[in-house]
């Protein structure tokens, strides 16, 4: 497998860096070598954050954020208005999105895939908190076939235990089964 690159959009409070921690975990399971950072502005809760997860075979060298992202996560749907969202976007490139709607055209001519879930309604009825983060984590497994799902469910219990952990499992896997994939 080549090098991917994942940028995750969100709001402070939705669970974006941990998210991008989660995935690392789980590649990092499966003995990928991984890299995973965020980059705030201003700390606060419902403020625009991007984190980055770059994976490899090889060993990871680069330390910059991520400019040519293989997929763009986006945790809130509010943010597809930004300007930048698909900026460097490679060509054969994914969107994962929490929305309660598809797409219906390509919002961007490099995107060839798009994963839309309601991740909101799944993490309201699994976890009882507007918290979509591991939904979408499931949703990018099944997309894109570049972790398995077990890894993510593994990569999970670094971060959380207990009921919170049952609850996000519930969340990750309803996110594998339920997300709709779009190819153009």
């Not at 995750?8 to 998210?19: E, S």
């Not at 390509?106 to 979509?132: F, M, S, W, Y």
Request: hydrophobic share 40%; net charge neutral; with cysteine.
């Amino acid at each position: 497998m080549s090098a991917k690159e994942i940028r995750f959009h969100g709001r402070g409070g939705q669970g974006a860096v941990l998210a991008a921690r989660m995935l690392a975990s789980a590649c990092a399971a499966e003995g990928k070598c991984v890299a995973s950072f965020p980059m705030y502005g201003f700390e606060r809760r419902g403020m625009p954050v991007v984190a980055f997860t770059r994976f490899d075979d090889q060993p990871i060298r680069e330390k910059t954020q991520i400019y040519t992202p293989d997929c763009v996560m986006v945790i809130d749907p509010t943010l597809l208005s930004l300007k930048n969202l698909f900026d460097g976007l490679k060509p054969e490139g994914v969107l994962i999105l929490n929305s309660p709607r598809p797409f219906e055209t390509q919002p961007h001519p490099n995107l060839k895939k798009a994963a839309v879930i309601n991740a909101t309604q799944v993490a309201l009825c699994e976890i009882g908190r507007d918290i979509p983060n591991t939904c979408l984590i499931g949703a990018l497994a099944k997309a894109t076939g570049w972790v398995e799902l077990d890894s993510v469910l593994k990569g999970l219990g670094d971060y959380l235990e207990g009921d919170m952990l049952k609850r996000n499992i519930r969340n990750a896997e309803r996110g594998y089964h339920e997300v709709e994939v779009t190819t153009w």
